[in-house]
């Protein structure tokens, strides 16, 4: 895990082994030498994304009905409450 390191020395390793990949990608893109994905790695990388925006969505959905049920239920126990104010708790 990135950042979890807590030895300087194995730090500091780890940051020079990043920044030596992070010079070599420059010196290939100063060549010209970009890499893109191909049309196919790019379908499969938009369906991968709709994928997961799909599954997001639907578990946002998912939450708010919960929250709407949660909630249903506390206006319920609240409207069938019959005790005095400061006593006690609604019924289940």
Do not use: C, H
């Amino acid at each position: 895990m990135s950042g979890a390191e807590t030895d300087p020395e194995a730090r500091l390793v780890e940051l020079t082994r990043r920044r030596n990949e992070i010079d070599r990608e420059i010196e290939r893109v100063e060549a010209g030498e970009v890499d893109v994905l191909d049309s196919a790695a790019l379908r499969d990388r938009y369906q991968q994304v709709t994928t997961t925006a799909l599954g997001l969505l639907a578990d946002f959905r998912e939450a708010e009905a919960n929250f709407q049920d949660l909630d249903r239920e506390l206006r319920r126990r609240i409207a069938m409450w019959d005790g005095a104010k400061g006593e006690g708790r609604p019924p289940e």
